[in-house]
Each structure stands twice: as C-alpha cells, then as structure tokens.
C-alpha cells in the first residue's frame, strides 16, 4: 500500500513538474501578418529552410529604386510543402519564381506565402497559415 501511494504522488509530482514548463507560443496569421499588405515578388532563391515549425524561403528582389532586398517568405511545415511538391531539388539557389502572400506587420521584407509560381506558370501552395495556401481558394 505505502509504494501504491508512493508511486501515486511521485506521478503527481512530475505532471506538476510538466505542467509548469512553458509550452512553446505559436502565432496566428493576424498576428504576424496584414491581410490589407497583400504582396507579389519575383526574384531568385536565394536559400531554402525546410525546418520546423515553419518553412522559410528568401529570393531576393529588385526594388522600384534597383536596390536588390532580400525576402524571407514563411511557408507551412515542410511536410506540407513537400506534400505540395516544394523540396529543395524542385527549388535550387538560383531559379527565378514568383511569391504571392502577405506582408509582415512589421514592415520588413517578410512575408508568409500563399503559392509560388515558377516563370513556367505552375503554382505550387505554401500550405501554411496565410489565407488561400492550402490552395482551396486564391486571390
């Protein structure tokens, strides 16, 4: 009986012991994200993250004024991408796309995406959080 109540309060313990540990925050499209900033960029892919919990793609961009920017552009998770056909032999360094998505609210060149398409016209969702990138619907 005295190790049945022991073994009870030391499982008590520990969920006690978890509980407390902060879980990671995640973000919500509103929250990083201007739905009324809507953005299309062309340029060259400048690198490719697929890591958790979100993809990232950078292409830099030519500006009004010549200056070359470096975007990044939030995709979802790379299971979603890959699912969609994003994987890094299908978007080497180097090839021209276009990002459509949204802007961050912050004003840096950020953004998350809703598709990218290629020069040839194929489109391919980001499957993230943005409005339309798991390709139900597009603007």
Known sequence: MRIRIRLIGLGV????VLAAVPLGAHHSFAAAYDETKPITLQGKVTKVELV???????ID???A?????????E??????LFRNGITR????VGTQIKMVGYQSRTGEPKGVGVFVEYLD????FMGGSAPGADGKSTR
Do not use: E, F, Q
């Not at 313990?13 to 006690?16: E, Q, R, W």
């Not at 004024?65 to 552009?73: E, F, K």
């Not at 995709?75 to 979603?80: A, E, R």
């Not at 032999?89 to 080497?92: A, D, I, K, Q």
């Open 13 to 16: 313990a520990i969920g006690l």
């Open 52 to 58: 958790n919990p979100h993809a990232w793609i950078w």
């Open 61 to 63: 961009v030519t500006s």
């Open 65 to 73: 004024d010549g200056r070359i920017v470096n975007w990044g552009i």
């Open 75 to 80: 995709g979802g998770p790379p299971t979603n």
């Open 89 to 92: 032999t299908s978007l080497p």
């Open 121 to 124: 016209g194929r489109k391919v």
